[in-house]
């Protein structure tokens, strides 16, 4: 739980432990309340901490969290129930006198329903109690046994409009999958079926023999001599694309996991692991390949040589010269591949590719959605830092997530 968040960051923080919880779980149900400031401006919804004084349109930038960072997060575990409740419809001062008020429509992900206080563009009531009118009702029905959550929330919004003479409506995106969740008073009989599972083929991998001799070869990572390019980038010089060797620098081979069960081994005995997508070599080609933390961080040296797996404070560095977080994914994201309209403008050169991930259990997701580039740099124990573009947003996210997971991987030039 969060309490009275200060700040920009405080809110992140407890996004990310919400990612870290929900990303690689199936069936799971996570509720999501947010009772605060909110409001929208140019289209865009902004949740607001306690501190923040909003002075000018930038100070959301600095100061705010766009919640497209918060549906990121809810698409990313769509084969878990997400519940996510906003009584965060405030009136505040607006910059300019045309201004709207309320928060704009926002489309639940799969496996998610979305529940606003009051209707899109309209202001809810902050009640004659400590909470809200909305969260007061629904602390009340929530309580109330063999009530399933379409019947709780059709009960609250028939009290709100009531009790407000019908000027405030809440309203509802429910796009979960599955049977009926209940709060209390009975089995819970859903979480959200798994919508999908990508087929895994069960060959076995073939024994490689293993050499200790350091191979001395032209600059290459994965795609030929001839197709190695870099990017400079302020001060930094970057892989102009996802690596893809099979090879450590001093050229030991890096295990091959194709199957669920060898990911989910090399993982719990925290050994290093690459594959292609969907054990696919066309997405090996175009997309590089996902690799483990620890080929990452094997003490062979998953780089060139000359070259070292980007650390977190190097992403830092190149986020922030693009711009900040809010702001660097689309000039990060390449020009095409991108789902739905997601392409980048691709200005940094850096071209990032949506090439999806592999979950610690071995199941892949979100090819042509997602992109996640590991950084060298350790979260907390079992997880490191990595980076994140999505189709749906603009932003770079920095987070945590589980070294087991696939990631593709970026270098830096020493």
Known sequence: ALYDPKTKREMKEAINRYFNAMRDTEGAVGVI??????????????????????????????????????????????????????????????FTRDSETGLTRMNAPQGAIIVFATQPGSVASDGTGKNGLFTSKFLKVVQEPNLNITDVFKKVKQQVYAESEGKQLPS???????????????????AANPIYTAPVKEEQTANVAVSSEPVSKPFDYGYGSNDAPTVVVGTQTWLGKNLNTTSFANGD????????????EAGNRKQ??????????????TYGKLYNWYAVHDARGL??????????????????????????????????LWAKNGNGSNSSGIAGLPGGDRAANGAFYY?????????SSEYAPGEAWYRSLYFISCEAYRGGNAKACGFSVRCVRD
């Open 172 to 190: 509802v995106e429910d796009n979960s999958i599955g049977g009926d969740f209940y709060f209390s008073g009975s089995a819970i009989t859903t």
């Open 272 to 285: 290093p692991a690459w594959c292609y997508y969907n054990n696919d070599p066309a997405n090996g080609r």
């Open 253 to 264: 081979p890096i295990p091959q996991a194709q199957t669920a069960k060898e990911w989910k």
């Open 33 to 94: 309340f947010y009772a605060g400031h909110g409001m929208q401006y140019e289209g865009e919804n902004y949740m607001i901490p306690t501190s923040a004084t909003l002075l000018n349109p930038g100070d959301l930038e600095d100061y705010c969290v766009k919640m497209n960072t918060l549906m990121a997060v809810l698409k990313s575990s769509g084969k878990s129930l997400n519940i996510l409740m906003l009584d965060a419809c405030r009136s505040l001062p607006s």
């Open 367 to 375: 090819i042509g959605e997602d992109g996640h580039w590991w950084s």
């Open 303 to 336: 780089a060139p040589a000359g070259w070292h797996v980007s650390s977190d404070s190097e992403w830092t560095a190149l986020t922030t010269y693009l711009g900040g977080e809010t702001a660097a994914g689309n000039k990060m994201k390449s020009v095409s």
